[in-house]
């Protein structure tokens, strides 16, 4: 699994380790790692024109040594971006015959010179600022990050240069990175939705750090999904194995239901019960002829798929009663869609209480509408887009469930604040499609009846949609029905490695 660590935990380990180790060491041990990667991407791309951009502190000091590391190997330059590089770092670039381009750091051009030999740059080492810079670049900084072009390949040193450190703020003016060479451990910055688009692949090197402190970040990884799905044993039957009951569809939206109860069945659950209108119920059961309607034994149920809501009700009345049943009950949930937009209006009044384990899984428009309804304060699409990590720990402080808040980077926050939230990125841009999420919760719903708790499920779930995407038509445009179907082999792959 991966963890990143507060930044400040990070930088109090990083003093105990300078006062343990030599003078310089850590510098040393950092730089090889980046010369490492540099030289490796080199080689794969058939590179050998690399510029480092220096800035004034120790991540400077980190791609100058490295720089000097591969000079005898490639076309190393440098463009310096401060009054004072690092003394150590630039003495080892001009003593490996490394040229330094200086530039005015308060100006706002680019010297035509330094402007021809960053176009020129096949691979670029991004080392303007590190982890104590504030988020956005202005000036000449800003001017060399928008002269590289697109055809070199960025690599930037612990973070891309200008994006926020803490992963909230997104950023304006940054360095975007193909790869960022990060030491020690992973930051925020690394796996959070504000920033995680312009960091790349996360490539980390060891220099021996060792932060005591918990992660306030996690993500699932596919070598992880061996341990944590549930597996049937020799002695398990369909009831052992789950039994889920889903509340999904609509005469509107009738094919949420064939998503969701198709998605649910491939991921292995033991049994599905749906309940539903005679239309999608029809198209259940020729689609999935395992299902079995009606009511009965369940573990675990998800509802509110396709089934829109307007004035607190539905075209089928049934389903409002289903709805109000479930969350009276004791039964784990997976609540989505046109049962979000009821949840809120019927915590805020007392009426109802979320008891059982419960995963929410909206997207952006539907966690606004629910936290409008809930802190009777007007939320838009755009505030939770803006900082999605703090809506969702909002959401899920109101209702003490676990929210899985849909999008590029998908986010899971528990209501403990003290648990650390989860990131998934796991699936193709292609599957922004609509039905996807009606196959993210009927995979939820499985993991639920299967007796995986809410969090585990729903990064699981979130990473296998997302492998199973990708599956499906690698590199091409995808639909959510063979996404649902491709379920089950992605967890066979992923099972065995």
């Known amino acids: 699994m ?3 660590y507060a930044v400040s935990d990070v930088r109090e380990a990083e003093a105990r380790l300078l006062e343990e180790t030599p003078d310089g060491e850590l510098m040393r041990r950092a730089a090889r790692g980046l010369a490492d990667v540099v030289r490796a991407r080199c080689e794969e791309r058939g590179a050998r024109r690399v510029v480092v951009l ?7 000091g980190d791609a100058l040594h490295a720089g000097a590391m591969l000079a005898g190997e490639h076309d190393v330059e440098v463009v310096a971006l401060a009054p004072q590089l690092h003394a150590g770092g630039e003495e080892a670039v001009r003593s490996a015959g490394v040229t330094i381009h200086d530039t005015e750091p308060d100006g706002e051009e680019l010297p035509a010179a330094v402007r021809e030999l960053i176009d020129s740059a096949e691979v670029v080492v991004d080392g303007l600022l590190g982890i104590g810079g504030r988020p956005g670049l202005s000036g000449m900084m800003r001017a060399t990050a928008e002269a590289v072009p697109r055809t070199a390949y960025v690599i930037a040193v612990d973070l891309p240069s200008g994006a926020d450190p803490d992963g909230v703020a997104a950023p304006e003016h940054c360095v975007v990175a193909d790869e960022t060479v990060t030491f020690g451990v992973r930051k925020p910055v690394h796996l959070l939705p504000a920033t995680a688009p312009v960091v790349g692949e996360v490539t980390l090197v060891d220099i021996g750090l060792e932060v005591g402190a918990a992660p306030v970040v996690e993500r699932v990884e596919h070598a992880d999904v061996a341990g944590l799905w549930p597996v049937p044993a020799a002695g398990d039957d ?4 789950g039994v889920l009951g889903v509340i999904a569809g609509s005469e509107e939206f009738p094919g949420a239901a064939v ?19 005679e239309r999608p119920e029809g198209l259940v059961l020729a689609a999935c002829p395992e299902v079995v309607p009606g009511r009965g034994r369940i573990q675990a149920m998800v ?3 396709g089934v829109p809501v307007t004035d607190g009700e539905t075209s089928d009345r049934r389903q409002i009663q289903w ?3 479930a969350l009276a009950s004791e039964v784990p949930l997976v609540v989505d869609a046109g049962a979000l937009q009821l949840l809120g209006h019927w915590q805020r ?6 008891e059982a384990p419960t995963l929410l899984t909206p997207h952006a428009g539907e966690l606004a509408s629910l936290l409008s309804e809930l802190r009777e304060e007007e939320v838009s699409r755009e505030d939770v887009e803006a900082d999605p990590v703090r809506h969702a720990r909002r959401a899920a402080r109101s209702t003490g469930a676990v929210v899985l808040l849909k999008g590029a980077v998908t986010v899971i926050a528990d209501p403990d604040p003290r648990v ?12 922004a499609t609509a039905g996807a999420g009606d196959v993210l919760a009927g995979l939820c719903g499985a993991l639920m009846a299967a007796g995986v708790e809410p969090r585990d499920a729903g990064a699981l779930a979130a990473l296998v949609h997302g492998f199973a995407a990708h599956r499906a038509n690698p590199g091409g445009p995808v639909r959510a029905l063979s996404v649902a179907r491709a379920v089950g082999p992605a967890v066979a792959a992923l099972l065995t490695g």
Not at 54 to 60: I, K, L, R
Request: hydrophobic content about 30%; proline content about 7%; charged content about 15%.
């Open 2 to 4: 991966l963890q990143a």
């Open 238 to 241: 369909k009831y052992r194995r």
């Open 259 to 277: 998503l969701c109860t198709t998605s649910a069945l491939e991921a292995g659950v033991g049994m599905v019960r749906y309940l539903g209108p």
């Open 420 to 431: 650390p939230v989860r990131t998934q990125a796991d699936g193709p841009h292609w599957l």
């Open 54 to 60: 220096a800035g004034p502190g120790s991540n400077g």
């Open 323 to 325: 709805f109000r049943q």
């Open 303 to 305: 509802m509110g798929s």
């Open 349 to 354: 009044t007392g009426h109802l209480r979320c």
